[in-house]
DNA sequence: CCTAAGAAGTTGAATGGCGAACTAACTTGG
DNA sequence: CCAAGTTAGTTCGCCATTCAACTTCTTAGG
């Protein structure tokens, strides 16, 4: 009797969809991060920064940007200590929660956003958006929905 | 007179598209990782296991290896000690050109790669493949093949 | 109230990753 | 045949990430 069952390969096509995925991943990480490199940002500030500045009063609770940008606590008040040294954020103690802080976005982390962002997103059309048929992106787009809904579901603590 | 051109920003579609693609591809990576790490390997182990092992006698020259696995050659070569010291994979000298190396698969990570094989396979099954029709799948690859074209056509040196 | 459990963040040590400089070996043009 | 230039790979030093305490504060149960 049989207790384990058959392994399910991956045809050919799945193969080949797959690791072309994997590939474009990692060329695009790779240029992204190319690319913001002259302005001394890497996508990690980059992101901070995006998700500060899209906030109300351009500040985030530790935990909730923890949570956004997919970090570990740690990982992110390292960063953040990172950031706070060029200037680009600050830390600011909340009234409600004693325990708690804010991570705010500096006038210089603002003036550096509204420099790098026509550049980053230049970027991204170049290396991406731009390359496929606007057709394309939305049945991908549709295509990646329910992936990143079922991962959402997934994981435990990041 | 302007002397830049308007920025052109993502229109809602095409910002939606490229934030879904963002999250899926950390999230992927997340789990896809967080899979392997009950056998103690990283994607980086099983890609270049995955590899050797398809490879002529198991091995490969390590520059090859590098440009393979789209990785500078530092990072091979500290990523191929800390795989010989896990005993997966060993360095071999080449007779034909004293100054090279080749990685061998050792039979350990032959082992090893046959036993984590069919996890890793239904993990990318579970949480990638079998989440898109297979005609999704087919548009994806062929909507993604030009950008990994046009992206291994830009980059320098990883 | 007051204590115990839990949450918010930080810290420090250990590990991993990467670019730049380096060593050794091969190749080529004079 | 040898000096200059290339190529293969490693090492060094710095920065990023992780993990496991640790501190401080909040909250809920008795």
């Not at 996508?43 to 901070?48: A, G, L, T």
């Not at 740690?74 to 040294?85: A, G, K």
């Amino acid at each position: 009797m049989e207790t384990e069952t058959a392994t399910r390969w991956l045809t050919d096509a799945e193969q080949c969809a797959w690791r072309t995925h994997l590939e474009v991943n990692r060329l695009l990480t790779y240029q992204l991060e190319k690319d913001l490199q002259p302005f001394g940002l890497t996508m990690n500030d980059y992101e901070i920064l995006v998700n500060l500045s899209e906030s109300e009063d351009v500040r985030m609770r530790m935990s909730d940007l923890a949570s956004a940008t997919l970090q570990s606590k740690s990982r992110l008040s390292h960063q953040i200590t990172r950031m706070e040294n060029a200037h680009l954020v600050r830390r600011e103690n909340c009234d409600t929660d004693r325990r708690g802080l804010y991570a705010v976005l500096t006038d210089h982390g603002m003036e550096m956003m509204r420099k790098v962002a026509p550049h980053h997103v230049a970027s991204v059309r170049r290396h991406f958006i731009d390359l496929l048929s606007p057709d394309a992106l939305m049945e991908l787009d549709k295509a990646l929905k329910p992936v990143a809904e079922h991962l959402r579901g997934q994981r435990g603590r990041p």
